[in-house]
């Protein structure tokens, strides 16, 4: 199959990976903002915006009674520090269903509902560890799935913070809920098993892919624990991917804390524009990013940011829920319906011990200074590149 060339490509270039992850993981968690990287990313969200708007087309008519609908809703960095889990311990384990009751109506209610897993979950077999190395309690799987996810994306620069037996502990523990998972796998078969979701007789598959893993060791043997962001193998596999389903949304884990997106994001996100890949969701960053409207096919957004996390900054703060819908008429054709983006807060430390992720719309009612100007801030930053998408105060 065409996944099996990963073996010689992220054999051949680990070493490189795991130097370039030690460098970029020194920038991971920090939430700094540099000016350096506004002005950088200014120039190229210039060029992107102007290229964008040339080839952006309006979508043709579509008779809804011979088309058929499907609406995706993708949820940014669930990111539990120790101060998370703190908030979520019980008698009985750890119960995070508190944290989410503001928003979990709006997180399950659509066709498919994906998250960022961004640390390992074997806390309860290997112990518990907050950053640089994360695990964290396996309860946080039982939440994400009463929420309505159903699938997380696994693959991210933390998936190695307990080697290659954290990576497989925290794998079985998504198994062992039934969630499906993409990015980190426990074998080549399951490597090589395509994750695709049907819902209203549209087929979705995903792929998922990370910068590296912070330095930490990826086995030799064992790469497929983290399927690595590589140039030449990323068009071949979502070309492969498109030939099984009718929709296909590729994942990416990385770029820096910056408003706009860097170089390399940019890149990585026209390498799968190119190889045919319908929406590209991206992460890492852990505040905002914008959307992205390539064509009445193709969108996606550089970073949803974190959803649930303990980092303080008011940008690690921010968040929101990502909504995607397509369409596809009688002749198979799919075509981007809409896109929208509900913006969220995520309360802690330090200015409380609780945590909870709440509507930004609802932010004066808990108190929070400043709501209308966030939501002005983060309605321009999102629609930045294009209009395309509507910042919405709630998802229906």
């Not at 609406?71 to 944290?99: E, K, N, Q």
């Not at 933390?158 to 502990?169: K, N, Q, W, Y």
């Not at 408003?259 to 905002?288: K, T, V």
């Amino acid at each position: 199959m065409v996944r099996q060339k990963v073996k010689n490509s992220l054999n051949s270039k680990y070493v490189i990976g795991l130097f370039f992850g030690i460098f970029i993981g020194l920038l991971a968690g920090c939430g700094q903002i540099t000016q350096s990287q506004q002005s950088s990313s200014q120039e190229e969200a210039n060029a992107v915006s102007s290229d964008t708007d040339e080839e952006a087309t309006t979508s043709e008519a579509t008779n809804e009674k011979e088309s058929q609908k499907i609406t995706i809703r993708s949820i940014g960095d669930i990111l539990v520090h120790d101060t998370v889990y703190y908030d979520a311990i019980t008698a009985d384990g750890y119960d995070f269903a508190h944290m989410f009751e503001p928003v979990k109506e709006y997180i399950g209610n659509a066709d498919i509902t994906t998250a960022n897993l961004e640390t390992i979950a074997a806390a309860g077999e290997l112990g518990f560890s907050n950053y640089p190395l994360f695990n964290v309690p396996e309860e946080i799987i039982d939440e994400l799935k009463a929420l309505g996810v159903d699938l997380v994306n696994n693959g991210t620069n933390h998936t190695l913070d307990f080697g290659s037996v954290g990576a497989h502990s925290s794998i079985q523990a998504l198994q062992d809920r039934d969630m499906m998972y993409v990015g980190s796998y426990e074998s080549w078969n399951d490597y090589n098993t395509p994750r695709i979701i049907e819902a209203n007789g549209i087929k979705v598959g995903f792929l998922s892919y990370s910068y590296g893993a912070n330095g930490n060791y990826i086995p030799e043997d064992e790469a497929y624990l983290l399927s690595l962001i590589d140039a030449e193998l990323i068009p071949l596999e979502i070309e492969h991917l498109n030939e099984q389903v009718d929709l296909s949304v590729v994942m990416f884990h990385n770029g820096y804390d910056s408003i706009l997106p860097s170089e390399e994001q940019l890149s990585i996100m026209q390498i799968a524009r190119d190889a045919g890949a319908n929406f590209i969701l991206g992460g890492h960053p852990h505040i905002l990013q914008p959307f992205v409207y390539y064509n009445e096919s193709q969108a996606g957004i550089f970073s949803h940011g974190n959803f649930l996390s303990g980092q303080y900054q008011l940008e690690e703060k921010l968040g929101g829920i990502v909504e995607y819908t397509f369409l596809k008429d009688s002749d198979g054709k799919v075509t981007l319906d809409n896109m929208r983006f509900m913006p969220t807060y995520n309360f802690g430390l330090p200015e409380q011990s609780d945590y909870l992720v709440i509507p930004l719309a609802d932010g004066a009612d808990y108190g929070l200074a400043d709501a209308d100007y966030l939501l002005d801030m983060i309605t321009e930053r999102m629609t930045y590149f294009t209009d395309k998408v509507e910042v919405v105060d709630y998802l229906d």
